[in-house]
């Protein structure tokens, strides 16, 4: 499977960004799938996730009510819609997909067995 996130750029604080994330497998439709971001200097850490047929989401508590995730199991691609953006939202953002069940929501990078290459997002303020 082979993840390729893109969308990133410099935005103002309250602004809003649209990343996408596209796979080239034809497995798509049976992975879950999650966000995960990157500070310089931290370390990386858990933005929300999808289930594989989208009924079921679920976000860190710091971009609750902010970032919504969606995916399209036919175009082969999940998004991260990021609104009201803040500073500290500045990160490389990651897709990847986790293979297995959906258990008690899959927040922790080792539980994802794809990755893509990452996006930079940076929030002016």
């Known amino acids: 499977v082979q993840l390729q996130a893109s969308g990133g750029g410099l935005a103002e604080t309250g602004g809003s960004l649209r990343l996408s994330c596209a796979s080239s497998g034809r497995a798509f439709g049976s992975y879950h799938l999650g966000w995960f971001r990157q500070a310089p200097g931290k370390e990386r850490e858990f933005v929300g996730a999808?289930?594989?047929?989208?009924?079921?989401?679920y976000y860190a508590d710091s971009v609750k009510g902010r970032f919504t995730i969606s995916r399209d199991n036919a175009k082969n691609t999940v998004y991260l819609q990021m609104n009201s953006l803040k500073p500290e939202d500045t990160a490389v953002y990651y897709c990847a997909a986790h293979t297995a069940a959906w258990g008690t929501r899959p927040i922790n990078a080792y539980e994802y067995d794809y990755w893509g290459q990452g996006t930079l997002v940076t929030v002016s303020s």
């Open positions: 999808i289930s594989r047929g989208g009924g079921f989401t």
